[in-house]
């Protein structure tokens, strides 16, 4: 069974751009979740995705935002890049009933310049 | 952002002995836990995980235990491998049913030959 991809993997944008970044869960699973993931501030949670709707969201500005769509993938959007917004994006994957396992994909490694 | 994250704490470990990486959980109510590890540019790597209703789980080469009493997780690494260098992880799930986790700052495994 494949694990959780994202793309891309590496991407580098300039201050005040925006940037789309897409996950695909494992076959299955319903739920998505975002992480952020800095040296200074370890894993922080994003927010999670269920069945195409929010269900938890983490303590992060209303640039960060995301959408489920019906195969489960997912994708983050971040706009009006900041410097600080560099960061390694982590995608997490779980949902079989009952199980709170989860799965992280490789992550997409963004640069702000 | 919730988390912590600043300095790593090391943990340097003979080949061959075993490890024992230490996480402090922050909720009460937490009633699943996660062992991950991480290694250089790679997403964090499901290790083993319990429940609450547990004190000890065992996987392949890898014990975790949970004391409720003090909100404490150990993993225990036997017969520590070089492959076993990286960050290790602790995470909470705090309940209600989603998968909003909690992360500890990490623990630095260092294997020496």
């Known amino acids: 069974k494949a694990g959780v991809t994202q793309t891309p993997r590496y991407l580098i944008k300039t201050r005040g751009q925006q940037v789309t970044l897409s996950c695909s869960p494992i076959s299955g699973h319903r739920s998505v979740s975002w992480y952020q993931q800095t040296p200074g501030q370890g894993l922080q949670f994003l927010f999670e995705?269920?069945?195409?709707?929010?269900?938890n969201k983490g303590n992060f500005p209303g640039r960060f935002s995301g959408r489920q769509f019906s195969n489960s993938r997912s994708e983050m959007n971040v706009s009006t890049l900041e410097l600080g917004d560099s960061a390694l994006y982590l995608c997490a994957s779980s949902g079989l009933a009952g199980m709170y396992e989860q799965f992280f994909g490789p992550g997409t490694r963004l640069t702000v310049l | 952002g919730e988390s912590v994250g600043l300095h790593l704490p090391t943990l340097s470990v003979q080949e061959g002995d075993n490890s024992i990486i230490n996480c402090a959980y922050s909720n009460s109510a937490s009633d699943y836990f996660i062992w991950y590890k991480q290694e250089s540019g790679k997403g964090p790597q499901f290790i083993i995980d319990?429940?609450?209703?547990?004190d000890k789980r065992q996987g392949q080469r890898v014990t975790v235990l949970l004391n409720k009493t003090v909100k404490h997780l150990s993993l225990q690494i036997a017969a520590t491998q070089p492959g076993d260098s990286a960050v290790y992880f602790c995470?909470?799930?705090?309940?209600?049913?989603?998968?909003?986790?909690?992360f500890g700052t990490g623990t630095r495994l260092k294997v020496l030959a």
């Open positions: 995705y269920f069945s195409e709707t929010q269900r």
């Open positions: 319990i429940r609450s209703n547990m």
């Open positions: 995470a909470e799930n705090p309940g209600s049913g989603t998968y909003k986790y909690i």
